[in-house]
């Protein structure tokens, strides 16, 4: 018997599970679909950079791969940047927003989507929680750092970190 209910209540919490983790409750502001929208902080921004239409609302487009000389002088793009550019992962006529490969707007907030199109295994090991970092309950509301919180989108990679000294033994007490 006692079997019996145990496997009754590890199947149901196979059943929630796969529902995905940090799943929305339905109703929420997203239009994606409750497996798909979980729960973040805000990104990272560099102060006074956000929202970007603060200043880009009065610019025209300009899709020309180039060095800027202006504004973001900062950012050094390495990230498959033979291939990529601004537009690619910004949206060009909302600035506050990123696009999917599809075109679909989508807030910082839900970046990872953005990051998941090309980097699927991660995506999948970052809702399971096993990479980047999640707070919450095992069973229940769960929060996660976005991919940017860890990494720069536009250098993702980590820099080698300088190795520190060895920790030092305790003092042994004399006797």
């Known amino acids: 018997m006692r079997l019996a209910a145990f496997t009754l209540i590890a199947a149901a919490a196979l059943l929630r599970a796969a529902d995905g983790p940090g799943t929305v409750p339905a109703g929420s502001a997203s239009n994606k679909p409750d497996q798909e929208r979980v729960e973040t902080p805000p990104p990272p ?98 929060s996660y750092l976005l991919c940017a919180h860890c990494h720069n989108p536009h250098q993702p990679r980590f820099h080698a970190l300088a190795p520190k000294p060895a920790p030092r033994p305790p003092a042994r007490p004399s006797r």
């Open 45 to 142: 921004f560099t102060d006074g950079i956000f929202p970007c239409s603060n200043c880009h609302a009065t610019q025209p487009v300009n899709r020309t791969r180039r060095e800027l000389k202006d504004m973001h002088t900062d950012i050094d793009l390495r990230h498959d940047e033979t291939h990529r550019w601004c537009l690619d992962c910004h949206d060009a006529t909302n600035r506050d927003f990123l696009h999917l490969a599809s075109g679909e707007r989508i807030p910082f907030e839900e970046s990872y989507l953005l990051c998941g199109q090309c980097h699927g295994e991660k995506l999948r090991d970052w809702r399971a929680g096993v990479h980047g970092r999640r707070t919450g309950n095992w069973n229940g509301t769960k």
